[in-house]
Structures are given as structure tokens and as C-alpha cells.
């Protein structure tokens, strides 16, 4: 009996030491799994923590214009930068333990694990902040083992490579908020319009409910289920003892004030000079499209957001009862090449065609100061007259004629100055200067002007009958308003990366090329046409919208058939507007040939309503003198119209215009009384008229 206990005993010792055994060895290997899995995640290397950033587009006072997110808005911002209750609500809800354990709560497992056995599925989880990063990083939502494993190999990773200030910094700028917004700032901006570093305890707990259910949790969708979640993130707040209850309880009886979406404005501030800033980012500074998307670059540009809406809003208000008229605008600073506002087209949502860089269209006579300016440096002056009347040109040895008109039939039959036939848009004047010149001149200039378009050598090229963009026009108007040099229209000043390192800064290309003598008189010249006192057998082009002028100006009106334009400047800015149908229908120019010029002297006056009055910069070598503008000889005391007009020095007229004083000769030698009266009471009624 002895010996079978014995025997007994001796086999369950054997048992006990076997089990024991195969525990420890359980344990070893256990033991050896974790450290080859850890060792495994740690040579595996840390993983990427990149994702896809919205790229921003800023305006030139750097605020922001546009965004490109696909529907995804996404910033990164710095941990230190988001406000403490976002990343204490954050903490207490989503994760308690997160500076406590290495990407697992075991005990928040376990109990998932036993409510899915028992309810036969996968509906409870229990992911750390690392595991939902991981997640959001590299895999997707659905609700799978092998997910999960995977899922917890990234999450080791994390863990094995970065601090937990990184990964909850990374969590926080890609967790999902609902509409598009990932990340607390997108949130932030989205829901309050504030930048995440402002957010209250009422803001920042409302938030850190919604990414259990984006669409489930949205205020938007549903106020209440939103406020129900967020009063659960202040009690969970007020457990992990980072509130207190007094504070919570207040917080979630304060009103919160939510952006209103009725109107989404994104991306609406100058779309067709985005697109253009675009196509450079990708045709000339080969960023990849896929970059240019999603890689979180913050592009500075030249656009001012004041002028932007300025220009739309002038274009809205004179087109608003025509349905099918189109536009361009373009206006830039002359001095350095920016492009501080571009409209394509009427709407950009019905058509992305843009109108100012793409379309080439007839620029009438707003290309006659290229003429005029060829002219001035091949000996003729403001002064010169030539004949204004009906006339038929033969060209081309004899084999071609051409009968140019002006509006309206309108002829002086008489001399004129070039600065009257600047004024009044003389097309005969304007052929008969080409032709004398020599028709390879004006071609030479408008190259040097930066007209690139093709451009036939013909008489009517005089008159801007050769397609031409409105970009290309408005650019050479910029060399006559700073001076003479060629600048080069520029979108973009730098571009940033998503790390703050700067890519690329282009600073302004400034050639001089034209003679700023020449330049300074063809300014001169140009403002006639907005002095009535200049008017005679036809009235100045700008007499319409010369009382909309408010400050020192220079500009030339064009038109065609089927074309209107107007372009002019001013010492800080250049600008031009063309008007007509897509498809190249007749203007009513009766009813439909103002508007060009009423858009560009509206926002020409209330874009710089603040900004100083500036004189154009007066260079060494001009002469100003008063001249009778009717035929260019120096005015007397007796001319009824004086006009102060510049000269390069030495092309001043030097002669008195004889025809008033011949008058005032003559009545002086009468001696008759009766005659003596009339003209005292001639000059009394003279100058009562004044």
C-alpha cells in the first residue's frame, strides 16, 4: 500500500516537473517570439508618416486664395501648436493609457475579445491612438484578422521608432472629423473657422467626439447626437481628472457658434489664374502633378485678393444684363511683373477656357501706341501733322490698295497732331505713319513691346487687325508705364514644402529695352484721351469715363467689329479689359462699346482709392512746353486750347502759332467806335462764358 503511494506520488512529481517544464519553455518561447517581433519591427525600420497634405495657394499678402485636397482638406501643424484641450479630450476619450503602454492596452483587448465572442462578430474594438494611427497610416478600415495583425506590426513599429509626442502629433493631423477634414486643423477650420491652436473646451470636446462616427457624429447632420457624444468626452475628462466637473459641466452648456457652408467659396478667388499657376508648377518647374495634389506645398503667389474681387466684381455689375458676352482681365504691377489680378471668362464653372492667356483676339487701336512709339524714335514728335481725310493706300508695288476709315466717318479734313490723332483714334493718321515709317517697323516693336503672336505685314496691321492675347498687350503697356523695361509676368514668388524648406523663389525679371524718354512722351501722349479740352471735330475716346478718373492716367481704347478693349496705367498699375462674343458675333457698338472702358476705369479708381496720386516719373532729356494742340506750334496768350505737352529735349517746337495773334492784330487796328464796343463787349461776354 506504501509503495503504490509511493508510486503515486513519485508520477504525479513527474507530471508537475513535465508541465512545468513545457510552461517554461511556453515562456522561453513566448519570450523569443516578443523579442524576435520586436527585433523584426525594429529592423524593419521606422514607417513613413507621410500622407497626403492639402496645398495651399497663397495671395500676395499671403493670405489664402485656393486649395487643391480632391475633397481631403489636410494641414499639418505641431503638436505644441494645437490648444491643450484638444489633446486632453483627445487622450481621455480615445486612449487614457497612451504614456502607459507600448501601442496595446491588453486589458481594453481582452475585454473586446470576449464581447465578440459572444455576440459572433468583430463590432467591438479596442484600439490605442497608436493602432488608429497606424490604421489611418497604411491600411484600411475593414474589420479583419489579418488587418488586425497587420495593424499591430505598424503600430510596434511606431512605437519601436518614434516618440509618443511624434505619434500623437501625427494621430491628431490625420484622424478623419467628417466633411473632407482631416487632421485638427482642417477641423478646426472647418467647423469654426479657426485655427486649432484657439479651440475652447466646448470646441475641442465637440471635436474629439466626432471621429468615432464622422458622419454619425456631425453637428451639421445631427446637433443633438453631437452634443450627447460631447458631454461623453467631458465626463471621460472629468474621470481622467484633467477638468474639473464645474468646468466640464459649463463648457457643455455653452453655445457653440459653427461656419455656416452654405456657400463653399473654395477655390473661388481668381480659379483662372490658379489654373495658370498650376500649369507653371507642372510644364516649368516639373513637380509632379501627383505632388502638386497632395504633397502639402504652400505656393506664395503674386494675386491680391482685393483686386481680384475688385475687377470681378466691376465685370459682374456692366456685364449683368448680357448673357452671352464674354471677358478678359488682366492687371499688373509695371515695376516688377506681378500679376495681381486675372478673370478668363464670365464663370469659370461654365467655361475654363481662359480668355486672358489662351485666346488671341483683334486689339484694334490699342495697338497704336507701338506704332506711335516706333514713330517718336524715328523723328516725329507729339506735334507732327499729318493730313486727316478719306484716303486709298497702294501697297505692295502697286498690286494691293487699302481704304482705312474712322468711326464713324469721322475725318478732320484738315492737319492733325499725332497727339490729337492719339486722342481721337485717327486711323488714317495711324496708316499713313506706318506706311512712311515702313511697315517692318511696327512688327519690330510690338517685338520688343513682348507681342509674341504672329503679326502680318500689312497696312491694317497700323489699326491691331493681328490676333493678339490680352495678357501680351497688357505686358507691353507695362514697359510704357515704368519706363521702358521688359518684365516678365510673374505668378509665383517661392514655393514651400510641407517641412518649411523653400523649393523655389523667383525674384522679378526687369530689362530695360526702350528709351524712357520715349516711353515718358508716349505716356504724355496717351493722356489725351481723357481731356475733353482737346476735343474738335471728334470727341476724345475716354470723354465717357473721363469723369470716373481721378488721379494721372495714360491708356488707349480699342475696337473691332467684334472686339472691345481698353488699356491703360498708372505709375503703380497696369490693366486691361477686352470685351466680345466667343464665337466672334458683332459688337452693338452703340450699346455694347463702353464697357471695356467703364470695367477698367472702375477698378482702375477704386483698386488704388487708398493709394497715393502719383505723378509719372519725369526722366533726364524731356521738355515741357505749351503748344496749340491743333497744330502742334507753341501756344500764345491768345490760343483758346493750350495744352502742356512733353518733348525729348531738342524736339520742341520752336515757332509761335500765328493764328491768333494774326486776329488779335487785326482788331486792334480797326479804330472804329462801334467796333471798339464790340470788342470790348465780345471779351466781356468771352469771359463771361469761361
Known sequence: MEIMTRQRAQKGWKWFRLLFRLT?????????????????????????????????????????????????HRYWIPL????????????????RKFYNHYGFDFVRIGGAILANIRQGSMAQGASTITQQYARNLYLGHDKTWRRKWNEALFALRLEMNYTKEQILEGYLNTIYYGHGAYGIEAASNHYFNKSASDLTLEEASLLAGIPKGPTYYSPFRNFDRSKQRQRVVLQSMIDSGVVQASV????????????????????????????????????????????????????????????QLEAEKWIERELENETELQTAFVAMNPRNGDVLALVGGRDYGESTFNRATQARRSPGSTFKPFLYYAALEHGFTPASTLLSEPTTFTYDDGRGNYSPSNFNENYANDFITLLQAMAYSDNVYAVKTHLFLGTEHLIDTARRFGIESDLVDVPSLALGTAPVRVMEMVNGYAMLANGGKRVEPRF??????????????????????????????????????????????ASVTGRSIAHLIHRPVAGKSGSTSTDSWMIGYTPQIVSGVWIGYDQGKTLNHSTQGNYAKRIWAQFMENSLKDELKLPFHQPNGVTGVYINPHNGLLATDACPVQRFTYFVTGTEPTEYCPEHIDETIQEESIDEPTHEKEKFLDRFFKWLGQ
Do not use: W
Open 248 to 307: 466640464a459641466r459649463a463648457a457643455g452648456e455653452k453655445e457653440l457658434q459653427f461656419v455656416s457652408h452654405t456657400e463653399d467659396t473654395s477655390g473661388l478667388i481668381g480659379p483662372y489664374f490658379q489654373d495658370i499657376v498650376r500649369q507653371i508648377l507642372v510644364s516649368d518647374f516639373d513637380i509632379d502633378p501627383l505632388v502638386l495634389e497632395k504633397g502639402g506645398l504652400h505656393i506664395y503667389t503674386t494675386l491680391d485678393r482685393d483686386m
Open 80 to 95: 505644441e501648436e494645437m490648444a491643450p484641450d484638444v489633446i486632453a479630450a483627445t487622450l481621455a476619450i480615445e486612449d
Open 492 to 537: 509665383i514668388r517661392k514655393i514651400v514644402d510641407q517641412n518649411g524648406e523653400v523649393l523655389y523663389h523667383q525674384a522679378p525679371i526687369v530689362e530695360q529695352v526702350l528709351d524712357p524718354k520715349i516711353t515718358f512722351v508716349m505716356t504724355d501722349i496717351m493722356k489725351g484721351m481723357f481731356e475733353p479740352k482737346l476735343n474738335a471735330h
Open 24 to 72: 517554461l519553455l511556453g515562456i522561453v518561447l513566448c519570450m523569443g517570439a516578443v523579442v524576435a517581433l520586436l527585433s523584426y519591427t525594429k529592423l524593419q525600420g521606422p514607417p513613413p508618416l507621410q500622407v497626403p497634405q492639402t496645398t495651399i495657394i497663397y495671395g500676395t499678402d499671403d493670405d489664402i486664395i485656393g486649395e487643391t485636397h480632391y475633397g481631403q
